[in-house]
């Protein structure tokens, strides 16, 4: 029998979604270039409605009875190996030690470094296509490096119940030739230019939702040499961008936030009842959309581990 704080949240998670909906029907109508007087009167109605509804939930969670006592909490021991976020991507492991704080969030990677095609080197003083044992090796280094800097530490998380307890998270890249979650192929290309950088996540659609499989050595992303330097990526956004960085953000499970007109309506329902705020698609200069940025919005599928792993369903943002 569901519990009264998962029924609060199913209720939440399905005025999300209508909210989505509604921001649908709203681009529907731009289609034609202008919405009337009427029709946005209508969909302030509605937005004013759901955003009400939001705000009662909010206190229906607030006034709800503790979830667990301190003691209880720092005993307890809390892991779990290939954790897929409710996004339906991404895999990592994750950990938390309830006494420091540490939540780890684990990337376990095979390096995979593929030659580059010689004609695209004619004439380049200097570069080679065939990968040098060197510059492997600190492609690597820096690699590990990036991530881990960039995409660890940026924001932390608090339970209501449980004072004076601040959650950190410290993303971790291991390197594996077996049980890894991502296989990382690194194109060789000539300096300066850049090629199309994707993750590949094997798994099933059931019922028009996609769920990665949490099975190792299945998941790929595509990388070329050139993903951990800036690139400008030709929009109007100043801030430039490193694609590996973007990459990593799919790799737990982060959609992309430029206008592709694909975004997932459980990624933006984990935004939603994290923030409070509507996701929305456009050249920013966020890390998931054309920026380098890393907001709050982007450590949701982390908040979304450490509810999964400690089971308790009240942590949220620290302000």
Known sequence: MATKLEKILNLETN???MEQELVKYHDMFLADGVIDDYE???LDTMFATINN????IFQLKAALPPEIDKATFLAGKYKETNYSPPTGTGLFDVSLNPKSGRLEVLVKVNFTFEDGDAVDFNDLKGQS???????????????IALMEGRWGGKYHFHHPDLK?????????????????HYDLKINKIPKGEMEQSSVTHL???????????KKTDKHSVDLDS???TFIDKGTDVKDKQKGAVHEFGHMV?????????KAGIKHAAMVRNALGTVLTEGNFDDVMSVGNTIEKQHYVTFLAALKKVTGLNKWQFKK
């Open 15 to 17: 005025v999300i979604a």
């Open 40 to 42: 946005q009167e209508q």
């Open 53 to 56: 509804v939001v705000e009662e």
């Open 129 to 143: 296509a065939i990968w040098s044992d060197a510059e492997i090796k600190k492609w690597k280094a820096s690699y």
């Open 164 to 180: 004076n307890v601040t959650v950190y998270v410290d993303v971790e890249i291991d390197e594996k030739t077996s049980g890894w």
């Open 203 to 213: 798994g099933k659609r059931t019922g028009g939702v996609f769920k990665a499989s």
């Open 226 to 228: 050139e993903d951990l």
């Open 253 to 261: 499970g982060l959609g992309d936030e430029y206008d592709d007109r």
